[in-house]
């Protein structure tokens, strides 16, 4: 039987309410309904460590569903940093809204405790990815635009590769704030807004932006080169990477991402499979880890907490597949 309009209408005022509360706590917006990622706590780039190359001085925490994370971990694995820099993932604790250490590290539980003895802000979250220092007992830094450029700098092979080389700088730089605002940052303004307005905004950028890395990669392919501003991958192709590769499986659906399939945009589609195909890539992605943590822990986008099915990574990362 069908409920009462009344009771429809009273239902949908109440959780209207109650949703505009939670996404105030999960989600802060400006006063047009605008999503705004909080400010972090160890956000300078600091300068590079004296004993940067000592193996095991630091260690790089990350989590398998963090964007941001994901790309610290590529720049570690694509500079081959393994032997400088230790690995830690953390795990989220979607009950409490935090991430917990799978074993105590540093004599903490929680990345929130290492975060205050590191003289972080109570107010401010806790989010990866960090970088520890353990001669200096402190978080070094969490941006993760800040910690990607620190890694970049840091001692490496003589094989490993340079993502921000001077030479293609100015292309870099304009390619990572392209993809910050209306990208990385864009998925989450279109999954968070407040309202109609709002969301439309978001996503008018978000397939503007990615329409335009579409014409620069065919402008690539034209002349022979794979990547988005040299004949190797770059800063900018890290950052746009843990975006694209979580599109289908968790943006689209979630977040509303879904005017058009990255088939339908094949040099982007193409790009993907290649920088897929990257040694140490592959290790770096967790697809079921991904869409539990979503689909399980943004309560307000997804109440019932059904992680619904997708489809497999291996398809998505199949050059073959668009001509």
């Known amino acids: ?29 400006d006063a047009n309904g605008r999503y705004r990622r909080p ?22 925490i990350v989590g398998r569903s963090c964007p941001w994370a994901h790309r610290a971990w590529l720049v570690h694995s694509l500079r081959q940093l393994a032997g400088s820099i230790d690995l830690l993932v953390v795990e989220p604790d979607p009950a409490a809204g935090r991430w917990r250490f799978v074993e105590p590290f540093e004599g903490c539980s929680t990345l929130a405790q290492l ?35 620190l890694l970049d700098r840091w001692p490496a092979a003589p094989e490993a590769r340079q993502l921000a080389p001077t030479s293609q700088q100015e292309a ?6 392209r993809f ?3 990208v990385n940052d864009g998925v989450y303004r279109c999954g968070f807004a407040r309202n109609q307005a709002a969301y439309d905004e978001a996503e008018t950028a978000l397939f503007q932006a990615l329409q ?25 192709d890290v950052v746009l990477f843990p975006t694209l590769i979580r599109l289908e499986l968790v943006y689209a659906p979630l977040f509303g991402c879904s005017r058009l399939p990255l088939w339908q945009l094949p040099a982007l589609w193409r790009w993907r499979a290649r920088f897929f195909a990257l040694a ?3 290790d770096t992605c967790s697809a079921e880890a991904w869409r539990t943590d979503y689909f399980g822990a943004l309560f307000p986008l997804h109440p019932s907490g059904i992680v619904p099915a997708g489809p497999d990574l291996s398809r998505l990362v199949n050059s073959q597949l668009v001509p």
Do not use: K
């Open 212 to 236: 335009e890395a579409e014409q620069a990669l065919l402008e690539q392919e034209r002349r022979g080169e794979a990547w988005l501003c040299s004949p190797e991958p770059s800063l900018a």
């Open 172 to 177: 870099i730089d304009h390619w990572r704030q």
């Open 39 to 60: 400010p972090g706590a160890f956000t300078a780039l600091p300068p590079l460590p004296a004993a940067a190359a000592s193996p095991g001085g630091h260690v790089l």
């Open 115 to 149: 975060y205050r003895r590191s003289g972080g802000d109570r107010r401010q979250p806790a989010t990866v990815p960090a970088l520890w220092s353990r001669q200096e007992q402190r978080i070094l830094v969490n941006e993760s635009a800040r910690l990607i450029e």
């Open 280 to 282: 140490g890539v592959s």
């Open 180 to 182: 910050q605002d209306d």
């Open 1 to 29: 039987m069908r409920p009462p309009a009344a009771l429809i209408q009273t239902a949908r005022g109440l959780w209207r309410c109650q949703w505009q509360q939670l996404m105030g706590g999960l989600a802060p917006a």
